[in-house]
């Protein structure tokens, strides 16, 4: 895989190609694969995800963690059973078509592939982590999607049952979601995707190197007071 910036784009102009069933990757054979501690259902026009016992229908997608009740140090407020993974059922791109590239196009819970009149754009699902740095919660999780070129993507469809696919080289891509909480905007920034295990998504990473918050976040780590920040106003939308 790797650094494959010059053949993938931030936007719907990306390479040609066939769809999913081009790529090798069968849509219901993923849709109904654990990935990341997500149980997806098989239909992709209306998604149910059963996440830690819960079954969502989501426009943001959420778990919770413990159901424990707790007091902000920061607030002071009471909280409890807090959600602990948000995300967008499909990439921005994709709610933005037009129905006529929505019909040429495919998506299931994990891959998606938009064919447009400029081309055709690649995505893979994956978890963007942020440690909790002040309690013993596991890290928080923005369920997103990134851009791919169409050569990682045909890669990655190879190796999508193979064990040894963590060995593959993180794949460059761009972030292909507005986060609602980040200002200024999360769509486009670039990442890496590192492939775990089958059966997980894929990890996503923000460059390192860039100030954005979102970024800062990932690296720095965020406190509890933020996760229930988060919960306030993913949840009020």
């Known amino acids: 895989m ?5 053949l993938v784009e931030p936007g719907p102009h990306g390479r040609r190609a066939k769809g999913l069933a081009g790529t090798g990757v069968d849509q219901a054979g993923v849709a109904g694969e654990r ?5 997806a259902g098989a ?3 209306a998604p149910v995800l059963r996440m ?13 963690a413990a159901d424990r009740e707790w007091m902000c140090s920061v607030c002071g407020a009471q909280h409890s059973g807090l959600n602990m993974v948000f995300g967008p059922s499909g990439p921005d791109s994709w709610a933005a078509a037009s129905p006529e590239d929505r019909a040429r196009g495919e998506i299931s819970r994990d891959v998606c592939v938009l064919p447009t009149d400029e081309g055709t754009f690649y995505f893979i699902r994956g978890e963007l982590r942020v440690p909790v740095t002040d309690a013993v919660i596991g890290d928080f999780a923005w369920s997103v999607w990134a851009s791919l070129s169409e050569r990682n993507m045909q890669l990655a469809a190879k190796r999508w ?3 040894n696919r963590v060995n593959l080289d993180p794949m460059f891509g761009w972030l292909n979601n507005r986060l609602a909480p980040f200002d ?5 920034l670039a990442v890496n995707v590192h492939t775990r295990p089958p059966g997980v998504v894929p990890l996503i990473e923000l460059d390192p ?12 780590g965020i406190t509890l007071h933020r996760v229930a920040e988060l919960n306030r106003l993913l949840l009020a939308e």
């Not at 190197?209 to 720095?220: F, R, T, Y």
């Open 2 to 6: 790797g650094d494959d910036r010059t």
């Open 35 to 39: 990935c990341g501690g997500v149980v």
């Open 43 to 45: 239909d992709a026009g």
């Open 52 to 64: 830690g016992g819960t079954v969502v229908n989501h426009g943001h997608m959420r778990s919770s």
């Open 161 to 163: 049952d193979d064990p």
């Open 184 to 188: 200024p905007p999360t769509m486009n």
């Open 209 to 220: 190197s860039s100030d954005h918050p979102l970024a800062l976040e990932q690296q720095e």
